[in-house]
C-alpha cells in the first residue's frame, strides 16, 4: 500500500536516443526506438509528479452589524446622501425635532419634548400570591426623555424622520394606512417648507405676476 502510494505520486522517466541506419539522431521521451535503430536509454530517476494546486479559501464577507434601533444603515448599494437644495437656502430653518428614549431603552425622533406618558402594565398579586384572573390590573405611567436635536443636525435628522415614517407606511395594515400616510406627508411637507428642503422650491404664482 506504502508503495503503491508512492508511485501515485513520483515515476520514472526514460529518455529513448534512435539512430537509424542513415546516423539520424532523434530523442525519444518514454518511447522505445522503432525496429532495426540503434537504441540508447537514459534514465534519469524519479520525477516527482506536480501536486495539484489548493483551491484558494473562498472570500468570507464579514457579518452585517445589526443597524441601531430607528435608524437606517447603508448595508449595500450606492450611498445616497441627500442635503439641502442651494435653491432653499433663503426658506426658513425647519421645526424644533428631539431625540427621544423610551424606559426600554429604544431611540426615537419626535416632534415634541413632552410626549404622552406609557402605561406599563404591573402584575398583580393575590395575598397568597397567586396571579389568577380576576385579581384585576394596574401600570406604572413611564415618561420618555427627550433632547432637543442641535440646529447643524437638523435637516439629516429630518431626513432620518421622514425615513421613519416611509418605511412604516411601507408595512402599514389597512387599519394604519390612512395614519401613517398622514404622518408621512407632514413630515414631508415640514422639510420642503424648510432650508432642509432637497427640492427648490415652488415659485409663487403671486411673485411671479408683472
Known amino acids: 500500500m506504502l508503495f503503491a502510494a508512492h508511485a501515485a505520486c513520483a515515476q520514472e522517466t526514460v529518455f529513448y536516443k534512435c539512430t537509424d541506419a542513415k546516423g539520424n539522431v532523434s530523442m525519444q521521451n518514454g518511447t522505445p526506438c522503432a525496429a532495426g535503430m540503434k537504441q540508447e536509454v537514459r534514465r534519469i530517476g524519479e520525477v516527482k509528479t506536480v501536486p495539484v494546486p489548493a483551491k484558494k479559501p473562498v472570500a468570507v ?15 449595500r448599494g450606492p450611498a445616497m446622501k441627500r442635503a439641502p437644495a442651494p435653491e432653499a437656502a433663503a426658506l426658513p430653518a ?22 404622552e406618558p406609557t402605561c406599563a402594565r404591573l ?48 408595512y402599514a395594515g389597512n387599519d394604519s394606512r390612512r395614519e401613517r400616510q398622514a404622518a408621512f ?26
Open 61 to 75: 464577507e464579514a457579518p452585517e452589524e445589526k443597524p441601531a434601533y430607528g435608524d437606517f444603515v447603508m448595508v
Open 94 to 115: 425647519p421645526p424644533a425635532l428631539f431625540q427621544c428614549r423610551t424606559w426600554e431603552n429604544k431611540d426615537y425622533l419626535g416632534e415634541t419634548d413632552s410626549p
Open 123 to 170: 402584575e398583580v398579586v393575590g395575598i397568597d400570591g397567586s396571579t389568577a384572573l380576576g385579581m384585576g390590573a394596574a401600570c406604572e405611567m413611564k415618561y420618555d426623555t427627550c433632547t432637543a436635536v442641535p440646529a447643524e443636525q437638523l435637516c439629516a435628522s429630518w431626513y432620518r424622520h421622514l425615513d421613519d415614517a416611509e418605511f412604516k407606511l411601507k
Open 185 to 210: 406627508d407632514s413630515i414631508d411637507k415640514k422639510i420642503k417648507a424648510s432650508h432642509c428642503s432637497t427640492v427648490a422650491p415652488e415659485e409663487d404664482p403671486a411673485k411671479s405676476k408683472p
